[in-house]
């Protein structure tokens, strides 16, 4: 026989789901997304809430539709999907497609919230502190890598945290607060523009393009550079972060490519003569 339980989540159960949306992006598909993610996440949940063989596999079916969001904030989902799970098990008093309703509603909000402030906002923050440690010990460092590598897993690791507790215990009582209040939609709006200052900021100190070229006028020795800083001094760098943004947001071409292109063009330009380590 099986082994019964009344259903109820404990703190522990909580913590094995936290743990188990670690791999929540790894498994991501092109069909479903991050689907698999949020089955694996909610694997403890599913098994310990239900004792039928039937119910646990219609909840792993539940939870097998398309799903996509920013994979930290979806702790909340995940918290509230435990929650809903838990209700319907003991209590049987919601409706079982409420479950990917409201899956389906916090997709969007999560995803502009935490794209805003996790990716927008504070990757390109530490990355660019993390740089200017590299450019300052001349390449020779590892401390400003190791700095953004902690930084970014301990905040990955609060997000997720609250998240998925605050979702379970506290439910859709939050997202109300959150739409009611238009939180997300301020929070977007700033994060977004924060995220274009820093990189405006880190650019001028980071992106560099020195052209050796020199003419000689009799006694007269003319630098090309010298020129162009006098006129405006990080110019040259300025119209390479705004080309790069042209090429991505109009042209729409893969960034990678536009790495390749600029080491390639950086090399070729060292070689021949025209550019300047």
Same mark, same amino acid.
């Given at each position: 026989?099986?082994?019964?339980?009344?259903?109820?989540?404990?703190?522990?159960?909580?913590?094995?789901?936290?743990?188990?949306?670690?791999?929540?992006?790894?498994?991501?598909?092109?069909?479903?997304?991050?689907?698999?993610?949020?089955?694996?996440?909610?694997?403890?949940?599913?098994?310990?809430?239900?004792?039928?063989?039937?119910?646990?596999?219609?909840?792993?079916?539940?939870?097998?539709?398309?799903?996509?969001?920013?994979?930290?904030?979806?702790?909340?989902?995940?918290?509230?999907?435990?929650?809903?799970?838990?209700?319907?098990?003991?209590?049987?008093?919601?409706?079982?497609?409420?479950?990917?309703?409201?899956?389906?509603?916090?997709?969007?909000?999560?995803?502009?919230?935490?794209?805003?402030?996790?990716?927008?906002?504070?990757?390109?923050?530490? &990355? =660019? +502190? !993390?740089?200017? *440690?590299? @450019?300052?010990?001349?390449?020779?460092?590892? $401390?400003?890598?190791? /700095?953004?590598?902690?930084?970014?897993?301990?905040?990955?690791?609060?997000?997720?945290?609250?998240?998925?507790?605050?979702?379970?215990?506290?439910?859709?009582?939050?997202?109300?607060?959150?739409?009611?209040?238009?939180?997300?939609?301020?929070?977007?709006?700033? &994060? =977004? +523009? !924060?995220?274009? *200052?820093? @990189?405006?900021?880190?650019?001028?100190?980071? $992106?560099?393009?020195? /052209?050796?070229?020199?003419?000689?006028?009799?006694?007269?020795?003319?630098?090309?550079?010298?020129?162009?800083?006098?006129?405006?001094?990080?110019?040259?760098?300025?119209?390479?972060?705004?080309?790069?943004?042209?090429?991505?947001?109009?042209?729409?071409?893969?960034?990678?490519?536009?790495?390749?292109?600029?080491?390639?063009?950086?090399?070729?330009?060292?070689?021949?003569?025209?550019?300047?380590?």
């Amino acid at each position: 026989m099986e082994q019964t339980n009344n259903g109820r989540l404990t703190k522990k159960d909580i913590w094995k789901c936290f743990w188990s949306q670690m791999f929540f992006e790894l498994g991501s598909s092109a069909l479903k997304m991050e689907a698999p993610g949020f089955v694996t996440a909610m694997v403890p949940i599913i098994e310990k809430v239900y004792d039928k063989k039937e119910d646990k596999i219609e909840a792993y079916k539940r939870h097998s539709e398309y799903y996509l969001s920013e994979g930290r904030a979806a702790g909340l989902s995940i918290g509230i999907a435990a929650a809903m799970e838990e209700r319907l098990a003991t209590e049987n008093d919601i409706e079982v497609e409420s479950i990917n309703a409201v899956k389906s509603a916090l997709m969007g909000p999560l995803a502009a919230l935490g794209d805003s402030i996790f990716h927008g906002t504070l990757r390109p923050l530490f &990355a =660019g +502190i !993390a740089c200017s *440690l590299v @450019v300052a010990s001349n390449y020779t460092s590892m $401390v400003g890598p190791l /700095i953004f590598v902690f930084v970014m897993t301990a905040i990955g690791f609060i997000i997720r945290y609250y998240a998925t507790f605050q979702g379970y215990y506290k439910g859709v009582q939050i997202v109300d607060a959150i739409q009611n209040s238009g939180l997300i939609h301020r929070v977007t709006k700033l &994060a =977004g +523009i !924060a995220a274009f *200052l820093l @990189v405006g900021g880190f650019s001028y100190g980071l $992106v560099s393009i020195n /052209i050796p070229i020199e003419y000689t006028f009799e006694t007269t020795v003319v630098s090309i550079q010298e020129m162009l800083d006098s006129l405006c001094p990080g110019l040259l760098p300025m119209l390479l972060i705004v080309l790069m943004y042209y090429l991505m947001a109009k042209k729409k071409i893969n960034p990678i490519l536009l790495l390749l292109g600029c080491m390639a063009f950086g090399i070729l330009g060292v070689y021949c003569g025209f550019l300047a380590v």
